[in-house]
């Protein structure tokens, strides 16, 4: 099966070679026969990709332990459900693994669209087998999965052999979320490659209208959803696994994942801007293309080793192919943009600096700040080693005084960004949108210090989160208040009814919603606090509220580790709350050694979050670290909203579908019809 | 870790002053007993001292140890672990991690002795090299990073500033917005328009 895997894998590679020449000979010359086979090209590719993947698994499952990557990635007792997830535990297995979902993003946009934009569909073809040659060069000949053990024998002579087990999948992965978390993440960093090639291929083409933004509407909300959940999944698991009380450690490979989530963000709202506006093409075209680009330097700084990081795979000599490719991309984008750049000449036209256009503007601004801040602190250990004698480092208290203000300042945006009207803004609309969100804003603030949540950060983005949370909420009551009074449905059946008109709309907001609810979780991380110390059975401990009791102990034995456990119990006053049981694993068969299993009690309120952290060297007693981390379930709620956000705002709409079946009725005068008294209209809308 | 062994010693201090204060209460208390109870307030108020200290002590002590754990804390917080986690130091709770340990041991020990935070941040830079900062200095090199983020939005606002105007100042009169033939307000053009915006998007 290896040589089987091997074989396909170098298969793909030829085949997309094709795709790639061929596309360009087909564009050149237009003729037909090569289009169609540089498609089915392409296809093959994916499909041979597929395959040498599932070979890898297949060698995983078997327990293939003649396979350099299986010995090192899986071990007899790891679970059937962590072999899956050791595709990507290492190097060549997590690369193979981008390859496969790149695959998936591929052939499903050349079965989507093949028979459509004609003009367009080779050029996408070209940049995207570009994108899948770069990953298979690596798969093939610089980091190949299917390698097998072998020894040198007395004759100087390499001979194969099979090791009776392997060292066991890292313990830090072995968690369900490690197993969901890499793939959507993957999936993120992928998923921005369709609307970096639609937007290459559209400039190259130069396709007219904006019919590549349309075509790659969704593709881009679908890679930004994906990478959303991914990072909040890496969140989630650093604060359940790693046991330090947080979730996010400004670590480099954590700032990888967030950069093209940055400018993915500022792309998804400077592209209505083109929609709407015919404004800001160059800007909208340079954001995909940086999109894609802080993709693969994210990939680069996981897998080179340039900045150290717990989370970075060993270091390897892939670094300077990544270089490679990202200089390729840059000049190719570049000259592309050079040779065609009056093709994206906008109709850019302004009639107030109080207007939706104007907020989009500084929101991009915000969002590229906060990526450059985040960019240039993550390589500032790197720049000081290579220009001064000493090295810095880049902690997260750095990332904190910087970030937090541009998060602030993101979010009061995402509260004014609606209520401004496209063009321009009354002072009237001003003062008849932006009352309430105040007013409610204000009370948020004051019921925060009440409930003393008093740090200065904290209270201003509890009065921001109240504004925007009522701007969403009005928004969605005046709509649902017109519905309501043309048809006769309550409010609330109105507020879906409207959601379903204007998916893409409503979706936003509620994306918006989830936000305030990330929001208001971060805010508690202020008044985070802890305590720690070796604990006899029996014994208690105060953190904050509650009082924490060792119970007692015992020994856990599973079928890959040993597991010691402590039993606490935790009482608010007299009243038992909970039974929690920390954890330490011993993990067999593996050179890493152990991991944690942390065990929290979580509520909207605070999580209690308690970590054994091993045994005291002076006394031989149960250490326990209790940390008492307000607010905190709001940020993985908030999460849950971003996602059902953005599945709504990929739903085609009701009132479309309605309109297409009414199209051919005549209508005698539109202007009038759209004038109809009935309605209420204002500014402000989308 | 450092908490630990601070608290730990705060348990020990505290524990032998209260048996202290005890053992010379329950003296007191016989000598009382006896036939000198009124000899002389200076004595009485001598007699007084002991458990009064005790008392003090009692109440003090712990604020003090609350005290040097919360220096501890906000000490720590501004050095790295140098383990390669990439943490805050008294954040490092990885498994396995005795580089933290020992820096936070380190650590409690300056700050049991009363040494300034400039004397602490000498000593670990001189150990660890400036990498133990958990933030660049502000000062030499280091002050560029604290400066691009600033200098970045500044930058950023003055183009967005700068392109507002120039497209403001390409906008046509107003009266070209309307097309010809249509009686209509631009007012409720405009209007007719973002409601047209709205119902055709997608």
Redesign the interface.
Known sequence: MDVFGSFTLLLAFVCAIYALVGGIAAIVTRHPLLVKSTRQAGMATCVLIFIATFSLEYLLFTDNFSQAYVVSHSNRDLSAFYKVAALWSGQEGSLLFWSFLLSVYVISVLIAYRNKNGELMPYVGVVLAGVQTFFLILNNFVESPFKTLATVNASGALEPFTRMDGNGLNPLLQYPEMVIHPPNLYSGYTGFTIPFAFALAALLARYPGEKWI?LTRKWTMIAWCFQSVGILLGAHWAYAV?????YW?W??VENASLLPWLTGTAFLHSVMMQE?RG?MKVWNVWLVFCTFMLCILGTFLTRSGIV???HAFANSHIGPWFVAFLGVTFLVCFVAYVKNRDYLKSE??????ISRE?SF??NN?LF??AC??VL??TL??VF?DW??P?????????FN??MIP?GLAILFLTGVGPLL???KTSTDSLKRNFGWPIIVGLLCGVAAYFLAYRDTFSIICLVLCGFVFWTIVMEFYRGAKVISARTGMNVLLGAHELAMR?T??YGGYVVHFGMVLIFIGLAGSAFNSD????MNLGESMKLGPYTLVLQSADTKAEKNYTAQRMIVEVLKGNKQLMMLYPE?RQFQGNEQ????MVAIYSTLREDVYV?F??M?Q?TNLP?I?AFLNPLVKWIWLGGVWVVMGTLLALL??R??QLATALAPQPAASP?VQ??NPS?T?R?G?? | ?I??SV??GVILRLSDKVRLGDSGGTGDSRKTSTQNISTSFCSSRRRLIGPVLTLVLFAVLPLFAQQQTDRVKQIG??F?CMC?????LT??????CTVSASMLKELGAMVNRGDSEDKITQTFVQEF?????????KTG??L???L??VF??LV??A??VF??T???K???APAAVAPAG?H?SPE?Y???R??????T??
């Open positions: 349309h790693l046991g330090w009380g947080g450690g670590d480099p709407k404004m150290s990081s717990v850019n036209q302004l009639d107030s600096m104007s503007l500084f601004l590229l700040v450059i801040a240039s602190g500032f250990p000081t220009l001064t000493s090295r810095i480092s880049v902690g997260p208290p750095f005084k910087i541009i009207a496209w063009r204007n893409r709309r305590v720690q110390r070796p330490k050694g152990s991991g944690t970590v952290a091993g005291d002076d250490v670290h085609p709409n009132r479309a202007i759209v004038l309605v209209l500014e809308h989308d | 870790m908490n630990r608290a730990n917080g501004k790295m390669g986690c990439g943490q805050i954040q490092c709770n990885h498994v396995g090299g400036t990498t133990v900062y958990a933030e660049p200095p090199f280091s560029i990073a604290w691009m983020p970045y939005f950023g606002a183009i967005v392109f507002i120039k497209w403001r390409q906008m046509p249509v209509i409720a405009e209007r007719a973002s409601q047209a915006d709205r119902e998007e997608d």
